[in-house]
């Protein structure tokens, strides 16, 4: 019998809780699906490109905290990927679906309208860091302030996705090339969703 999906039904709640409308309604994780469910949701509910793109990328993708360092440099859109610079490690490479790209360009159109002059490198900018010519990236609170009016911390929706992937495919090395993690914490994740296979060929 299929797990059910806690990822789901926290982010179910969190529009049941701030009257946002559905977001996901599969029962288990099945990335069409939720793609789609995601993409109706960033379209019907939210006004604001950046805000779009990115709980996109955070509710699809489980990209990390550091989303606010993202530069504009880093999305190749002819190839639909974008790159996820790690200090101290090599950069994590994520293929995106194909409407992602999209609301990308939105954001890069509405952010050009807006400050045409601005020559901040990094992707998502405010007002005050558009122009600001030291180039700054966008602080945590913004991001913060997003994911709370979305009703779930980003870091909480991050987690809860890994953690889905894990019961539902057992299998650390999917982890590893869908959010970029270590050997050592996407075996974590499998064997703590799957306890009957700590004795077995994954266990650490």
Known sequence: MAQPNRHLALLRAACRECQLGRLLRSARWKADEVRDEV????LD???????????????????PPQIAHLRR????????RLRLRRVGRLDHVICLD????????????????????GSNPHFFVTRNTAVDDSGPPISAGVV??????????????RVDRIVD??????DPVRLMQLFGLYNLSATRHVLSAH??????????
């Open 73 to 80: 440099t880093d999305l190749d859109r002819s190839k639909g």
């Open 98 to 117: 194909a409407f992602t790209p999209r609301l990308a360009t939105a954001w890069e159109l509405q952010r050009h309208r807006r400050w045409p002059d």
């Open 39 to 42: 993409h109706s949701y960033v």
């Open 195 to 204: 306890p009957d296979k700590k004795n077995g060929p994954i266990a650490p």
């Open 144 to 157: 913060q302030h997003l994911f709370q009016r979305v009703g779930l911390p980003a870091r909480r929706l």
């Open 45 to 63: 509910r939210l006004d604001d490109p950046r805000d779009r793109l990115m709980v996109a990328l955070v509710a699809i993708y489980a990209l």
């Open 165 to 170: 992937e894990a019961r539902n495919s057992a």
